[in-house]
């Protein structure tokens, strides 16, 4: 990246607009008029602000002239992002002679956030924003955002120049570095896989409610230990053929559509809360020479079963012929999802989410309406 400014922070709170104010702007940015946004039509439109403007002019006198002089100001617009959408991990790098700085304010917006990939020297990171409150979040690293809200989500986003920093605290920050193992996520995506999905995700039965109680409770004891994803973003219980919960879900469920020689493994994941395993294939290369996952004779797919999962989600990066999607998934429902076209996962909640997940084996399938798009 040609960008050499260095943040101390991911993300930092600058100030909290007055509540009266807050409800004046939300009732303000839903009846604005508003433009797709070329690179990005199907996530967000946006609805510029200059400097005339009754909003500018409010949120520039009473917070931002605090730090910017007005000769700084590039742009400032509300923008809104589309019900359960997601716009992939990116980073604005493009600034070589001027760092721009983003104040963003969210002005409505349930459930959304800004999450940050992992990196050598970070661990991945989502931090939902909470409505009313300014803040400045380092743009240089990659990041993505993500609505998980049914209803649209309204930021407003202004862009200053560094040579226009009025006040030296505004850089002022507590990130501390620190070297962060990895594990396989830190991919590359230059896999060559030839099985096709005809779907993103597809649910393929519901949990029995007792069923889902048992499993909840049995989850919450098992022990988890570290997998080949890092112990700051998950842990794993292995569950073996003679594992109760997986008697239970094959026998109920499973079955119907795999041959137990179909088996590859099943466990439960415990993500973190507030975790973010960041964008990658199941199907990656390692360092561009070490295949991982080897599947080209005998595909793998995998099921999901959210067991407690309280704002969790599956992310999927655009491709050329395809949009960019995030899946909200429900408890106590079994899913299978293309695991080849590159997805992320998040858990937007406090509290630990535990998914069962399994694999299993393309040619031990009994039924073969498990491949058709729903």
């Not at 807050?22 to 008029?33: G, H, R």
């Not at 589309?82 to 963003?104: G, K």
């Not at 439960?268 to 390692?286: A, Q």
Request: net charge negative; hydrophobic share 40%.
């Amino acid at each position: 990246m040609p960008n050499n400014f260095n943040y101390n922070f991911l993300i930092k709170e600058l100030a909290k607009l007055d509540t009266d104010y807050l409800f004046q702007l939300q009732d303000k940015v839903k009846n604005s008029t508003y433009t797709k946004v070329e690179l990005s039509d199907w996530v967000l439109d946006i609805s510029e602000l200059d400097k005339n403007d009754i909003i500018f002019k409010k949120i520039f006198s009473d917070y931002i002239q605090n730090w910017f002089n007005i000769e700084a100001h590039v742009v400032t617009f509300v923008s809104r992002m589309d019900p359960l959408s997601y716009w992939p991990e990116h980073s604005v790098y493009d600034y070589e002679d001027e760092h721009y700085f983003e104040i963003v304010i969210p002005i409505i917006s349930d459930n959304a956030a800004l999450i940050y990939r992992h990196a050598e020297d970070m661990k991945s990171q989502v931090s939902c924003l909470q409505e009313g409150t300014l803040y400045v979040f380092d743009n240089i690293k990659i990041h993505s955002l993500a609505n998980i809200s049914t209803n649209y989500r309204y930021w407003i986003v202004s862009r200053w120049k560094l040579s226009g920093l009025v006040d030296k605290k505004f850089l002022d920050g507590t990130y501390e570095k620190q070297v962060v193992p990895l594990g396989k996520i830190n991919s590359f995506y230059n896999f060559k896989y030839h099985f096709k999905y005809n779907f993103l995700l597809k649910e393929l039965a519901k949990l029995e409610p007792n069923c889902l109680s048992f499993l909840q409770n049995e989850v919450k004891n098992l022990v988890y230990k570290k997998c080949d994803l890092p112990d700051w973003l998950m842990n794993v219980s292995n569950l073996d053929s003679d594992n109760l919960i997986f008697k239970k879900i094959f026998s109920d469920y499973i079955q119907n559509w795999f041959d137990i020689k179909a088996h590859v493994h099943t466990l439960v994941s415990r993500m973190n809360p507030f975790g973010y395993l960041s964008e990658h294939s199941d199907h990656w290369t390692h360092h561009g020479r070490q295949q991982i996952y080897n599947y080209e004779d005998d595909h793998h797919f995998k099921i999901i079963i959210p067991i407690i999962s309280d704002n969790a989600a599956l992310m999927w990066r655009h491709t050329e012929d395809t949009k960019s999607q995030i899946s909200c998934l429900q408890e106590g429902t079994l899913y299978v999802f293309d695991n080849i076209k590159i997805h992320g996962a998040a858990n937007l909640s406090p509290t630990y989410r535990y998914w069962i997940i399994s694999r299993w084996k393309l040619s031990g399938l009994v039924d073969k309406k498990f491949l058709e798009a729903k």
